[in-house]
């Protein structure tokens, strides 16, 4: 391990949680967009992460990073809308791909994340200073 083993993992975990967040806002500024039935819908993002395997001290705990994004899938809601611009001659519209409530969640569990990882950051920093200033006296 590395003198700075504690800050790099922790700044992969920030790095992830950061675009964790990103793509559930994303996901939840698009929940109201609707198309025309046939099209494909928006569907909600989601990152797959994985340990971060790199060097010979992976097993031992060296982060992590987003291997992926995928979509979810699932068949889209069709809603009567006749007033909808993009309806089609029955009146229809198809709904987004979009658990708002699981955004929602999946939302303060990445933000629990981010602060956690944000926090690991700043005590290894604390811990490298406390160090440096026992080596000056």
Known sequence: MTPFSAMDIGRTGVGMAHHWMDKIAHNLANANTVTTPGEEPFRAMRQVVQPLDSGPFANSGSGVVT????????????????????????GMVQQPVVDTGAQMVDMMIAQRHYQANLRTVSSAHEAYQAALRLGRQ
């Open 67 to 90: 291997a992926a994004t995928v979509r979810d899938d699932g068949d889209p809601i069709l809603t009567y809308d006749p007033a909808h611009p993009l309806a089609d001659e029955d």
